[in-house]
Structure formats: C-alpha cells, structure tokens
C-alpha cells in the first residue's frame, strides 16, 4: 500500500544492463514537492554518459544481437513481462512517484495502471506490423518492409513521469527500436525503478538505456548524437523547438508532443452542474500540470453567471494537501520554479482586470502548494489566457454564438486539445470540425486512450503518439523491387 517513505534503490545511470555512477561522478538532487527537501542525490549524466549509452544501444541493434535476431512476438513477451512486474511492484512505484512528483498516491496508482496497460496494448503489436505487396508497374514483384529506426533517444517531462516513459518506451520496443532516454531532472526515481525491471524482465543489455540529468547537458547530447537516428520529446515548445534544431544536425527523425491551452466550450443548452464537473476535471487534474488542461473555459451569455457560481464551489471544495493523506485529491506543484510562475500568472491575472472567485494563494508554509484558482471575466487579451500557465489556474470567458467561439478558440498558436459541451448534434459536429486541435472531446475531457492517436495541430507538436500511429513513428518503410521472368 502507500508508503510516504518508500525505499530507494536505484540512483544511478542505467547502461547495458548495468546500474553504474556517472562518468564525471556528479551527482544532483531530486527534491520532495511536498516539503521543499532533498529526497536524495541522483548521478548526473552528461555527453560522456550518453556517448556510452548509445555505444550500448548500437551494440544491441547489431544485425547479429539478440534483440535483432529475436522473434517479433518474443519481443512482445518481454513486454507483457515488464508489465506484470510493474503489476506486482504496484504500491512500491506509485509511492515513488507520488513522493517525487506531489501527485497524490491514488492517482499515482492510476497512473501505474495506465502505464502498464500502455505496454501490453504496444506488446500486443510486436507482431502484427506488416509490410504490403505493391502492384507495381513492370515485370516485378514489389512489396514492403516495415523496419525499426535504430537507436533512439527519448526526452520525458515531470508531470506524467511514469505514463510518458510507458508511452514512449511502448511503441520503440514493439517496433524493435533501443532506446536511450533521459527523465525530467526533477522527476527521475520511477524511471530508474522501471529500468531495474527491464533487467528482471530479460531485456538484452543495451536495449534499454537511461541517463538522468540536465537538458543543456544530457538533452542536449541526445538531440545532438550522430548514431541516434530519431529523437521523441514531450516538454514546453520553446524546448522543443531547441531539440529539433539539435536533431537537424544529421536530419535525425523527431516526433513532439508540446503545450497547450485548451478551449472548452461550453453551450447553453447544457445542465450546468454537470458541464462545471466536466470543466473542473479538464483543469484541475494533476493540479493543473497537464499539456492538455482546458485553461480557457469558455461559456455561453445564458448561463455564465450560474456556470461561475458552480465552478468557483467546485474549486473551493478540491482537498489539498500531502499526497499520501487519505482523500488528497491535490498535491503540490512541482518545485519552486513552477510555484512562483503559477503565482506570478495569477497576480497578472488580477492587475489586468480578472476577477479572482477563489484560491490564487499558497497552502501552508511548507512545500508549493496552492489553492486551485478560479477568475471570471477573463478576456481573450489577458495574459491567462494567452500563456500556458501549467498549474491550477481556470479562466472563464463569455461567448455569445459558435461561431464566435470557434474563431476564438482557434487564435491560439497552440493546438493540442479541445473540448465542447452540448446537447446539441449539429453543435458538436460543426465545433469538432472546425477547430484547430489534434484532440477533440464532446460532452466529455480528458478522454486518452491507449488505441487512438494523441498530438496537437501548430505549435502543439509534430507527430503522434499511441494507436497505431504512434508505432509507425519509429518504423522506416523500405520499398523492395525484384525482377520477374519475362513470362510467370
């Protein structure tokens, strides 16, 4: 069960199977979100580190390797077995997780489960990747091949630290990829725990390997490495738009899932308690520190007073405090950082004219928490509803038609995600259409899946993540042509 005190067996670098100290022999805090206090010192990757690292990944796709030479479905073996022993290290994980990020522990044992459902959904595609046969114009027999990249390198946020390795590491192994990553440096412990499972597991030295450290240093070796031939990012777009630059030094591959500020629309046609649950669940998750967090709650004239009213209650009644408490549903934001920007926003919010309904001031004295905030009366032009503010901060904005929704909707550099709630068909269908974002939820939010493709349109990313989709972006696709008798 949870244990706010968790044992801690893995600081160091995972390469070739091996748990061993950086080479510079640096180290770097993780820090408890809750407190504000060291937790304990991690090595601190850098080149060097990475270098190894991807001298290990090479080996292990070798023609001749193990992993190479391996069945498809024996590959989906190994997988289903990570998972079952992330199943039986549960409660272990899910505390780590929720004593390095701040997420309370249920919804770190969530986030457990979606992880390995994540990992046997990709283990059941190891082998059902199939090339096609082409009727190709002259005496040949043309077919293709589906084929894994090579080596690549994978870059995982803070806020979803064990779901977002799940969600990378998933597809890269089914498609028969190795893998150097390296965690958010605020958030390292889970994965390091997860890589101790690969090894139990029977994973080939090399396939999977794990550099924790810094961006400028182990990011940015990743991003820039010769051998790494594809590189997957989740992280802020002015991040992301460094680690294309970095990957466009030998053209390497590069799919990123990036920011967000989500529209919600919702319509006057609707029960108003019921849309203010959906709207609370689409911003407040995980403290607001959600890519695709519904921060512009927009709202129909007819109903926007009741809808204000509502929210600021639901707002108000949210538990916050330590995430291994009983009946927590909000934990800390991540450091310090984070905590003052939320804050800074928030006071923006109301120097530009914002109404502040509720929250918008820190929880205690320890730790960085902060009361879930609620500001009506936003306008399009305000700060909070421009930047992404990644925290707990819902800004609600009055529409009168659709059609002036949408177009507002859209006047965003961002594209990730959206939400519209309706009673009514023609509404739902013509707002699905018409915005600009790569997911679109009705009469619902947050609504992610294992089976279906998850990115963002414009400054929101570049490629796809899960489904089939999200497979195919760490396969190249080779044409074969061979030439037929004259006469078959």
Not at 7 to 29: C, H, M, R, W
Not at 68 to 97: F, N, P, T, V, W
Not at 115 to 133: F, H, I, P, Q
């Amino acid at each position: 069960m949870a244990n706010a005190n968790p044992e801690i067996k893995y600081t160091q670098l995972f390469i070739n199977n091996e748990f061993v100290d950086a080479v510079s022999g640096k180290v770097f805090p993780t820090v408890n979100p809750s407190t504000g206090k060291k937790i304990v010192d991690i090595a601190e990757g850098d080149k060097a580190d990475v270098d190894l690292a991807v001298q290990a990944a090479k080996a292990a796709f070798q023609r001749s390797s193990k992993w190479r030479q391996m069945d498809a479905s024996a590959r989906g073996k190994l997988i289903y077995k990570l998972a079952d022993l992330m199943e039986r290290d549960m409660h272990q994980i899910a505390s780590l997780e929720s004593l390095d990020n701040g997420k309370p522990y249920m919804s770190a044992v969530y986030d457990v489960y979606g992880s390995m459902n994540c990992l046997r959904y990709y283990a059941g595609w190891t082998d059902k990747v199939c090339g096609e046969t082409v009727p190709s114009d002259g005496p040949h027999l043309t077919y293709t091949r589906k084929e894994p990249f090579g080596v690549v390198g994978q870059i995982i946020p803070w806020n979803y630290p064990l779901l977002m390795l799940a969600w990378k590491w998933g597809p890269a192994l089914a498609a028969g990829c190795t893998i150097v990553m390296k965690p958010a440096e605020q958030t390292p412990l889970t994965a390091l725990y997860m890589c101790s499972l690969v090894k139990e597991a029977g994973f080939p030295p090399g396939v999977v390997n794990m550099v924790p450290g810094y961006g400028p240093t182990a990011g940015n070796a990743i991003t820039m490495h010769p051998d790494i031939r594809k590189v997957a990012f989740t992280g802020s777009v002015e991040v992301g738009k460094i680690v294309m630059a970095g990957a466009a030094s030998n053209l390497k591959k590069v799919s990123l899932e990036l920011g967000g500020k989500s529209p919600l629309v919702i319509c006057d046609d609707v029960d108003v308690n019921e849309a203010a649950q959906i709207a609370y669940t689409g911003v407040f998750e995980n403290m607001g520190q959600c890519c695709i967090a519904a921060t512009r709650t927009f709202v129909q004239e007819g109903i926007y007073d009741a809808f204000v009213q509502k929210a600021t209650e639901l707002a108000k009644g949210r538990k916050v405090g330590n995430p291994f408490s009983q009946g927590i549903q909000h934990g800390p934001q991540i450091d310090d950082i984070q905590f003052k920007k939320i804050l800074g926003f928030i006071e923006t919010g109301k120097k530009e004219g914002a109404k502040l309904e509720t929250g918008g001031v820190q929880v205690g004295e320890e730790g960085y928490f902060i009361e879930p905030t609620v500001f009506s009366n936003v306008t399009d032009e305000m700060t909070i509803a421009k930047e992404e503010i990644f925290g707990p901060v819902q800004s609600i904005i009055k529409f009168k038609t659709l059609d002036e929704a949408i177009e507002r909707a859209n006047a965003t550099s961002f594209g990730l995600a959206a939400g519209i709630v309706t009673k009514n068909l023609n509404n739902a269908l013509t707002f699905s259409n018409a915005v600009e974002a790569g997911s679109v939820w009705v009469n619902t939010y947050l609504a992610v899946s294992n089976q279906a493709p998850f990115g963002g349109y414009k400054q929101s990313g570049v490629g796809r993540e899960m489904g089939k989709e999200g497979i195919e972006e760490y396969l190249e696709t080779k044409t074969v042509s061979i030439k037929l008798p004259s006469k078959v």
